[in-house]
């Protein structure tokens, strides 16, 4: 593929990748609307490597600041946007073990870069730490490491699902 045909498939993943994000301004989509969103850098990622994924992470990361829900917006740039692209530099370790290490390690300063922003910058916090205190805080780290352990699992089975059965059909699209 030429370089122009890399930035328009790019810079369109971005678009849709930012697009999505707006869902979040839907109730109850906070949470789960930025890890779709990241499924769009990691088709930029399969497409054309990590540069351009990264790139498209960036413009969407922009776009994303500029328009979206604050608590989304926050997930998806700190963490969930660029996730995919932290995945593949893992996952090409010989160690399982330092692979989900790493993973996890990323995730959890992420999750605390997340907080002390909710809690520092924007002066909120939540009442289910404040009722039960450490251990609330606890459940949560416990929960979230849950949560994101699913969706390393989900973002893997989505690449299979792409490389297998859409892969072929954007590569004769973008062919054309």
Known sequence: MKQTGK??????????????????????????????????VM???????????FLTYAASAVITLL??????????????????ILKAIFEHRKSRVAEYFLKFLSFNAALLLIYLLFANVFGITDNFVTIFGIFGIAI??????????????????????YLYRLHPVVMRFIKR
């Not at 088709?43 to 994924?53: C, R």
């Not at 328009?67 to 995919?84: H, I, M, N, S, T």
């Open 7 to 40: 930035i328009t498939l790019c810079a369109m993943l971005a678009a849709l990748a930012a697009a999505t994000m707006l869902a979040a301004y839907f109730p109850y989509l906070t949470y789960g609307v930025p890890a779709i969103a990241s499924i769009f």
């Open 67 to 84: 328009l979206a829900e604050p608590e989304a917006k926050l997930l998806y740039v700190c963490f969930l946007g660029f996730y995919p």
């Open 140 to 161: 949560l780290v416990l929960a979230a490491n849950f949560v994101f352990l699913m969706y390393d699992i989900c973002l893997l089975k989505f690449a299979q699902i």
């Open 43 to 53: 088709i930029a990622l399969i497409e054309v490597g990590k540069g351009y994924a």
